[in-house]
């Protein structure tokens, strides 16, 4: 199937490892042109390793994704470099895990600043380019935690059902300029943010690593932890004009994992 991404450009945030940088990564092997933004110093050779892989272009961006301005500078960047927005995939770290009574006002803005403004003000600067093109596709970056609550992650839970709302108002709100708006949900996929909250719960619950992540597996059906190319290849699908006629959705990668009907 082709997926009619070549020559598409694409911002891709949180791109330096992880899921975005499987994102990135599957899109330049589709032929899109990848605008990569990170605030980790890895975000160069990123952008070096997918021209070598995929002899596409790749523009590296350090960017801070809770800073306005450090969006904006990026946003400018993308269309100096590749002359306009096609698509955005907006994702990020987690914040930090813990219980309600764990965290105060602080933590709680931070996390909304990474999780929720990180987003709007993605869409905000990515939308007169992607109105003046005619269309649009973007993907948020969520968690199962929108289906169901996870257990020791209250800013995560409480923060990303915003951008779930967020999701389902906006593709409402830019069908009509040809924009879609998607969701995609990870279960439990392979990357160092799921490594992390596996030590923080075997240690929370005492018991070792490898029975963490025993316990984990168990309750998906599929019985493994996903790839990070696994994720990236469905997100791919959503961005693309294979996906022309869904907006407003929720696709959960994850293995079975998530028990909720809807």
């Known amino acids: 199937m082709d997926l009619g991404l070549k020559d598409k450009v694409a911002m891709v945030a949180g791109a330096s490892s992880g899921l975005g940088l499987a994102v990135a990564r599957a899109l330049a092997a589709e032929g899109a042109k990848v605008s990569i933004a ?10 070096e390793q997918i021209e070598h892989d995929y002899g596409t272009t790749a523009l590296a961006n350090f960017t801070d994704v809770r800073s306005a301005d450090a969006i904006e500078k990026w946003r400018d960047a993308t269309i100096k470099r590749f002359g306009g927005i096609d698509l955005l ?41 992607m109105r003046s093109r005619g269309s649009g596709s973007i993907v948020f970056s969520t968690s199962s935690s929108v289906k169901e609550p996870i257990p020791n992650l209250t800013l995560s839970n409480v923060a990303r059902a915003s951008v779930a709302a967020l999701a389902k108002t906006l593709a409402r709100e830019f069908a009509q300029d040809g924009i879609r708006v998607n969701i995609a949900i990870p279960g439990r996929i392979d990357t160092e943010r799921i490594k992390q909250l596996d030590k923080i719960n075997a240690d929370r619950l005492g018991i070792s690593l490898e029975q963490q992540q025993k316990n984990s597996i168990a309750n998906i059906p599929l019985g493994r932890y996903g790839a990070t190319d696994e994720y990236a290849r469905a997100v791919c699908f959503l961005l693309s004009d294979a996906a022309a006629y869904i907006t407003g959705a929720n696709l959960q990668i994850d293995g079975g994992m998530i028990r909720s009907i809807l």
Not at 38 to 47: H, K, L, R, V
């Open 38 to 47: 990170s605030n980790e110093s890895a975000i160069m050779p990123a952008a």
């Open 89 to 129: 995939f907006a994702n990020s770290g987690g914040p930090p895990a813990g219980g309600f009574s764990s965290f105060d006002d602080k933590a709680w803005q931070d996390a909304f600043e990474l999780l929720v403004m990180s987003v709007i003000r993605m869409v905000r600067l990515v939308l007169p380019s």
